[in-house]
């Protein structure tokens, strides 16, 4: 039976405040829309395992291919296979509510005349595509969608795009089925020069069944600043999905504010999974279809039940914890007293926890905000509502955590929790969640401490630094507003930093310029791009701000060497993006529509 409602879950003790208000200011140059997903490291095959024919790269149409999340994953009954979708006339292809499935088998609309406008050479070089192959035909009509890959026409078999299915909240309220409504999976690479997979998909690709309202469509100006932003926060070591290039739909006129044209970006990640997944799941009771899902992200998506975290020594002070809880718990083993006793779905959910503790950790010492957190779009605020969104995932695994040592039980499995053993169950899920909040937060405290003493060329931490230092200084930059990233950067630049001599400050120095970034895309860099492609015909303005983005920690860029080449952007150019943030252009505001 399932837990009665009267009896489920009751809401955990958010974390509050994990940087108080002299830690965070909202003074934040950078934005982006960047989703809320698991972005997980992949470990599925695919390809013959010779790398060095890979190591200069493949051209697209070469890359191994596979399609894994498909072939594991239950469809979409409306289309239970390829040849179902693809015999479907596409303007039939409309929105509507999916049941008891994780995805829908679905191919781009026709691009007609694509023009590639930019692509990402590092996110060539990550996938494993040789160098120039952006300059043929078959790349810029996979990249607009107009290639199926894997399949077979004649035999209407092979692999085939899809669209996944999830919900979500908004602004605090359950929104209900909100899915893939412009984005479409083409298929799984795993470069095997590098042994990392990756999930293209592209954006702005038509309508799927979880457009909902929408038109499946992205205009140019949020297609440019997810192109640059995803590849600038790559650069800055922070989690994130990747764009590989940028595509313009001339045909393609989109209703917004106004009529704007539309485009492309092909995205990659190395997994497109989100709570959201999760969520849908148990908003409509489809326990077992939760259960396979996470064993698919544990196996499939994070290496193996072993590769999961094993239960700190000391839940309740996780700080005393090593950063590394340790790895290899077997599958079914179960640690910890009867009260919190941990299964291997508490050690998937420790393992998402950790992973977006150290992300948002890196949000907040770069001064990154992201666009999208529904709920809650201030700086500030970031770290409390990952949590809160985490509590959500707790919530939709809390019968799998719950369960315990009986999560392997054949009754357990099949029906759920016996009405007996209901409050035991609630109990021991609400006390995971509360010890796994706890672990997030030192998580995220360690990390931040970490970036920031690295930011202020100080070989080590001490406790006082938070406050005294940390704090000191971001109170200063918000009293005299002075800007985020320039102080950063300019006290990298700080001659006799030390007290005594002998201390090592050339090498201080090159250390904070390795960790400070000289640019970064913001809003009226953005806002400049997208108006001089957009409204001026040009392009290869793109290609130098992709340059800049992707090498961020660079003095200067015009006529340096790059990779054996000396580079040729624009000097006066590249001294503006990176001077004071023009009087007009400061606090700039952008709405979400894309």
Same mark, same amino acid.
């Given at each position: 039976?399932?837990i009665? $409602? ?6 955990t ?8 208000p002299?830690?965070a200011h909202?003074?934040?140059p ?5 989703s809320?997903?698991?972005r ?7 390809g013959d395992?010779h790398? !060095? ?24 009954s ?14 039939q ?20 005349? *694509? ?10 070089r990550?996938?494993g ?21 894997g399949?077979?026409?004649d035999?209407?078999?092979g692999? %085939?795009?899809?669209?996944?299915? %999830?919900?979500g909240?908004q602004?605090?309220?359950?929104a ?21 997979q ?19 469509k ?9 192109f ?17 290039s ?11 504010e ?14 497109w ?13 489809e ?31 996780? $700080?005393?914890s090593p950063?590394?809880p340790?790895?290899?718990v ?18 998937? %959910? ?21 666009g999208v ?5 201030? %700086? ?5 509502i ?25 009754t357990f499995?099949?029906?759920?929790v ?6 035991a169950?609630?109990?021991r ?8 909040g706890?672990e997030? $937060? ?9 970036l ?11 406790d006082a ?6 704090s000191?200084?971001? !109170? ?8 985020f ?10 001659? !006799? ?42 392009r ?18 015009h006529?340096e060497?790059v990779?054996?080449?000396?580079y040729?952007?624009d000097?006066e ?8 943030? *023009?009087?007009?252009?400061?606090a700039?505001?952008c709405?979400?529509?894309s």
């Open positions: 039976m399932r009665p $409602k009267s009896r489920a879950l009751r809401p003790s958010s974390i509050t405040t994990i940087l108080t002299r830690h909202p003074r934040l950078l934005t982006a829309s960047i809320i997903a698991l997980m490291a992949s470990t599925t095959a695919s395992g790398a !060095d024919r890979f190591a200069a790269g493949v051209s697209i149409a070469d890359l191994p291919k596979t399609w894994h999340f498909t072939c594991s994953l239950p469809a979409d409306q289309y239970p296979t390829p040849a179902d979708s693809h015999e479907t006339p596409r303007n292809i409309r929105p509507r509510q999916v049941r008891n499935a994780i995805f829908s088998y679905v191919r781009p609309e026709p691009a007609e005349n *694509p023009e590639l406008l930019a692509v990402s050479p590092a996110a060539m990550d996938i595509i040789k160098e120039g192959d952006e300059t043929t035909d078959e790349f810029r009509q996979t990249v607009a969608g107009n290639r199926l890959h399949w077979d026409q035999k209407l078999e692999g %085939y795009p899809w669209a996944q299915c %999830y919900g909240y602004f605090g309220q359950w209900g089925q909100l899915g893939d409504g412009r984005a479409i999976s083409l298929f799984e690479t795993k470069n095997p020069a590098t042994g990392v990756y999930e293209l998909q592209l954006k702005g690709a038509g309508l799927t069944p979880y457009s909902r309202f929408a038109d499946g992205a205009v140019l100006r949020s297609s440019i600043r997810e640059i932003v995803s590849e600038a926060l790559h650069a800055l070591r922070i989690p994130t999905t990747r764009a590989l940028l595509t313009l739909l001339p045909n393609s006129k989109v209703r917004r106004t009529v704007e044209p539309g485009a492309i970006v092909l995205r990659f990640a190395q997994s999974l989100r709570f959201g997944n999760f969520d849908i799941l148990r908003a409509r009771s326990r077992p279809l939760l259960r396979t899902l996470a064993t698919y992200v544990a196996t499939d998506v994070l290496g193996g039940w072993e590769a999961l975290p094993a239960r700190l020594a000391n839940p309740d002070d996780p $700080k005393a950063a590394d340790g790895r290899g077997p599958a079914t083993a179960i640690q910890g007293p009867d009260d919190a006793a941990e299964n291997r779905f508490t050690r998937l %959910y420790r393992e998402i926890t950790r992973r977006n503790a150290l992300t948002v950790a890196k949000w907040q010492a770069y001064g990154f905000m992201n957190l529904n709920t809650d779009n201030t %700086y500030r605020n970031q770290p409390t990952i949590w809160w969104n985490l509590v959500r995932l707790g919530e939709a695994l809390g019968e799998l955590l719950g369960a315990g040592p009986a999560v392997d039980d054949a499995a099949e029906h759920g016996a009405e007996a053993d209901a409050d169950l609630v109990a899920a609400e006390k995971i969640i509360s010890q796994v706890d997030y $937060k030192a998580v995220f405290l360690a990390e931040y401490k970490r920031m003493t690295a930011r202020l060329g100080l070989r080590t931490f001490v630094d938070f406050d005294d230092l940390f000191g200084l971001l !109170d200063t930059m918000d009293a005299l507003a002075l800007d990233h320039h102080v950063f950067r300019r006290l990298s630049a700080t001659p !006799d930093w030390a007290r005594e001599p002998g201390d090592g400050d050339a090498a201080r120095r090159r250390a904070m310029k390795a960790v400070n970034p000289n640019f970064v895309p913001r809003n009226w860099v953005l806002d400049e791009v997208i108006r001089r492609v957009e409204k001026g015909g040009e290869d303005v793109l290609r130098r701000a992709m340059h800049m983005a992707l090498h961020p920690f660079e003095d200067a860029w006529g060497t990779d054996g080449r000396v040729e952007g000097a150019e590249e001294a503006r993006w990176v001077g004071d943030v *023009p009087k007009l252009e400061r700039m505001q709405s979400c529509s």
